[in-house]
């Protein structure tokens, strides 16, 4: 089937880019800025942490360990982040660790899964994201990925879904598939979320999305403008949505 591209309005108040901050986070941040508050003050965020465990996926894997214990440290501030390990590798595998609320434990779990062979796996990620929040109100969900080989037209009614009960998806396409960057755009949009795209290979770039993404689960808008006071990337970030 071959994908319908749709390419979503950007916001017509936004400012223009500045030096050195990447367009594709700017416009991220933009997205994540008209979300308002993610999580009521005082209590725990819940963020679904999800990244494609296909081959190619190895180097990023590795990255995403290292990078996710910062995650946990954005959120502390606003009150903590309980954090759900999704994954999809092999034929038709897809997993999920239970709630986690501390790094090292979530270091452990990534530790003991390798990157296998096969194909993507985006609706059965949206799927249960729409199921944990049924059940206890999920904040955000972070997905990572490179690729996308499934109808477009059914994962953008689970985001249409996602949308409906207030669980934002954060896209992030490492590397440039014009097919896969279309797709991601559009469960973004849906589900009223944000997209962006970051090098292959660039640790800085992933651990700016994933601290953002954390940060807004655990206490929305607030907890990244705290973010940005206390660290350079976050504050040339947000600098695109003063």
Known sequence: MTAHRNTPTKPGN?????TNVRPEIAEFLDRVKALGPAATAG?????????????SRQPTWDSACQLQADMFREAASTGGLDIQLLYFRGLGECGASKWVADSNKLAELMARIDCRGGHTQISKVLSHALKENE???VQALAFVGDAM????DALCAQAG????RGLPTFMF??????????AYREI??????AYARFDAGS???LGELLRAAAAYAAGGMKALQNMSARDRGAHKLLAQMK
């Open 135 to 137: 059940q206890q109100k």
């Open 14 to 18: 936004a400012k223009p880019a500045q």
């Open 43 to 55: 209590k725990r965020g819940r963020l679904i942490f999800a990244l494609d465990a296909t081959m």
């Open 173 to 182: 396409q490492e590397g440039g598939d014009a097919v896969t960057e279309a």
């Open 149 to 152: 080989e499934e109808s477009v």
């Open 203 to 205: 640790a800085q770039q």
């Open 188 to 193: 973004a949009r849906l589900s009223r979320g």
């Open 161 to 164: 879904q996602l949308g409906l």
